[in-house]
């Protein structure tokens, strides 16, 4: 045999004992395993639409700043939420209630619903920015809103406590990121600070006596306003040893709002504890004929 077709000889063998070391089970397996790795390291479709990127795709980005540009009043509807400070009630008129402000930076669907999910259960934290762009546009709206009613001193961002389960699940708290993020950037309104787990769910350690007989609310999932407002009421607390400054006004912070039950527990917390509570800021709002469903 001449040495060159030795050399393909042996070459086709090696060809065949390669391919048959990729079709052996534990290399498809390896193989798998090496792609899903490289997947979550590096996501591989936008986290709106299943187009490739490794973020968000253009599209997506676009349709998310336009849906987010202009920050709007979302507290008409939202039944659940608390009356605004200082509110004693309409002249004989329960129905005369004037509630909290609460100011949103996009409505919660299509791609801006696609994204939150996307960040907050599919542990999609590289889309972060686009998302803390929003919340940075809601809060200096809220806060000029604020300012605008004479109050000048320090605003305290006060965020929704994460549930337990849902903390243990995710390894992360997604509100939590959003503000870290936009604090360490130096983009949170001025004379703002983040007052990171002053309120906490009793169902997180057990909790306070005051606490024991509702500690483990049900998720809000398909209830009403009424519904959810019993749902999570004296489910929170101040967290122990923590306290605030005596009348300080505070900005509670949620992603999504729905009928506002969460936004008023974290408010009667804050209230009972002495402080100010001027309003409310969310990244998206449910559209008001859902939230009264
Ligand atoms: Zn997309």
């Not at 309120?199 to 306003?225: E, I």
Request: glycine share 12%; aromatic share 4%; proline share 7%.
């Amino acid at each position: 045999m001449h040495w060159h077709q030795r050399r393909v000889t042996r070459l086709a063998a090696v060809a065949v004992w390669l391919d048959g070391v990729l079709q052996r089970p534990t290399t498809v397996r390896l193989l798998g395993a090496g792609r899903d790795f490289w997947s979550l390291v590096l996501p591989t479709e936008c986290a709106a639409c299943t187009s490739p990127a490794v973020t968000l795709c253009p599209e997506c980005l676009a349709r998310v700043r336009a849906a987010t540009v202009r920050p709007f009043r979302a507290d008409g509807g939202a039944d659940a939420l608390p009356a605004a400070e200082g509110y004693e009630g309409g002249p004989g008129d329960p129905t005369d209630i004037d509630v909290l402000p609460v100011t949103a930076a996009g409505h919660y669907r299509g791609t801006v619903s696609r994204l939150l999910l996307s960040y907050k259960n599919r542990r999609r934290t590289d889309v972060g920015r686009p998302l803390q762009a929003a919340l940075a546009g809601a809060l200096q709206t809220a806060v000029h809103g604020i300012r605008k009613r004479g109050e000048q001193g320090m605003i305290l961002l006060v965020p929704v406590p994460s549930r337990g389960a849902s903390m243990r699940r995710r390894g992360y708290d997604p509100l939590g990121l959003l503000l870290a993020g936009l604090d360490r950037r130096g983009e949170l309104p001025a004379g703002c600070h983040v007052a990171a787990l002053v309120v906490y769910r009793g169902a997180l350690t057990g909790g306070p006596s005051v606490l024991a007989s509702r500690a483990r609310p049900v998720s809000q999932k398909g209830l009403g306003g009424s519904q959810r407002r019993t749902n999570v009421h004296a489910t929170m607390a101040l967290r122990p040893g923590r306290c605030l400054p005596p009348g300080a006004v505070c900005l509670v912070i949620d992603d999504v709002l729905t009928t506002g039950a969460t936004i008023a527990e974290v408010t009667r917390v804050l209230r009972h504890a002495g402080a100010i509570v001027a309003g409310a800021a969310v990244v998206a709002a449910t559209p008001a004929p859902s939230r009264s469903r």
